[in-house]
């Protein structure tokens, strides 16, 4: 990744009239984190960074803007945003835009060619994170982590993040800019995850969710990571009628995760983030690969592609084979 | 109190004397830790880092039933908390954090779910030796053996474990196990000593609260609240995931006829938290909620309770979706003092 490139688009981007910020990545704190980073003078790019570790989707952040009433006597600041996306992100970007969650005009994609990801997860189990906060490089196939003077060369499938071996587009789909060259798609393999689950008879596939959801702590961060759980009103902070009671047990916790997983079918544009944030290690990427699979194959739709599509639940197709309803 | 040390080859014959409570410690759920029940004939181990969730579920459930009551009726019925729970392998930080909350339960009102939990649990703690990457509780008060709370406080001596017992709670129950002990003639005590002061020195992360609590409210309208807070996504994370936090919100629970009252935990980084019915929000944007997360640990405890809310366990730094960092966001107060 050439940075010296990144930060030159960057400047330019921000030093532009109509762009209020750019969002993008810095370096974490410690170990293997990393940062969003609200980009709004040319001096801050030199944070801004893309390798391995910029797992996070941004395109969450294009609708978590909290509007305060402007004052009287003052015009509302409508600028746009500039958002740095890999793949994953830019599909995100592309259903929002799909869904008019936002408009095509409101942003700056940045796209960012992605070899895939490390799940820093896996990537901290194999190799402890220290308190200087480390670097990760692509490198050839794999990845090459830099810390405390010294660089270790690690196998891609090592530390690879699941979402990553299961990519289909690393390329963004949209973009104003472009960073480096487009990368080549690579053979994606079953979705093991998915796959496994699917052979267990319905009453095991049951016990094993309801297990999963017991654990869950209801902090909603699946919820608030995802770019596409935006609504203005979700049924959850919904009080009177209390549609999904706040009580924390298996029947409210699975009431929540199974109404967010439907919300999200043939939206999800499967970044994984749900199951990053969790820190009840839910394996919410199953769950919504699987209505995801349904989706793609039983209607042959993909959601976040092409910017001038329909939303899947606003579409009709008066061909449809239909051959799978009773 | 006593001090006793217990050969580890009896360690499953002490659980064992515990066997017929309601024994609680942590266990492993995928790369994660949790505190779960023991079940009989299981010997729980002390091997391993804190639990990802805090144990405060044991004094202050996450969904607490204040009382239930028909539809149309009058007559309330409210839930008899009489559940003896022995909770092993607690860390110190968590432990304290106890102590800290009990102040807010004890204060105005004494709160009697609360103060009926605490009565009947018997805390069973477990000293630090390998503390985490983001642990800094010597900066707060704290200490990898801190006592503050517990009944009971085991330490890992290699071939034996040294147990002190800290209460009369502790002591009846060390009493039960008596057999199995040998009574300690100083050298445990050194030895855990020593081991404290090694586990300290692991320690890297250092918090400086010298003016913090007297300064936050002058860095009120400070351009850091809006940087800090910029990536923060609102969820609950990191204050679901700590040990002192303690809000809590009350709805009525309906199921047709049958209802109850309960309190379930609330998060200050929730939209709706502080919401009026009016509309009007006086913490409208993630800006003002994440300042009241530190103000309230580092200001408003500390000005009505003389201790600063925060234990230094450091789980909201390690779980946060987007790397805000407690110990870093207190360098940016420090700094801007």
Redesign the interface.
Known sequence: MDIEQLRKIASEVVARDDVKCLIGWKK????Y????A?VEDTEETADLIFSPLCT?NLA??LT?V?K?PVPRGQEPDTRKVALMVKGCDSRAVTQLIVEKGISREDVVVIGCPCPGVVDA?LLA?KYP???EAAEVKWNGDGFLLIRGGEEIKIARDEVLAEKCRLCRYPNPVISDLMLGEPVKPWDVPEDSGVVEIEEKSIQERWSYWLEEFD?C?????C???CPLCYCQDCIL?R?NP?WI?????FSENTAYNISRAFHLAGRCIECG?CE??C???IPLGKLNRKLAREVREKYGFEPGIDPEGEPFQASYKPDDPEDFIL | MSAMLLNKEKWPEFIGKLAGKNLWAPQAEGDAMHFAQVKEGETPGLDFGNTRVPPKKFIFPQTETMYRFQLGGTNIEEPVIDDEVVVLGIRPCDARANKIIEKLFKWDVDDPYFLARQEKVTLIGLTCTEPGLNCFCPSVGGGPASTDGLDILITDLGENYYLEALTNKGEKLLGEAGDLMVEDKGDGAKAKEKLVAAAEKKINRTVDTKGIPEGLPGLWEDPLWKRVSASCLGCGTCTYLCPTCHCFDIQDEIEGFDARRCRMWDSCMFEEYTLHTSGHNPRPTRRERTRNRINHKYNYYVDKFDVIACVGCGRCINLCPVNIDIVEILRQVKEAL
Do not use: H, Q
């Open positions: 974490g704190s410690y170990g984190r990393i940062a969003p609200f996070a969450t952040y978590l909290e305060l997860k189990e994170e220290t308190e654990k702590i209801r902090c909603y961060s919820r608030n990571v902070d009080l209390t009671n706040r009580a924390v047990n983030e990053r944030v820190p009840a290690n």
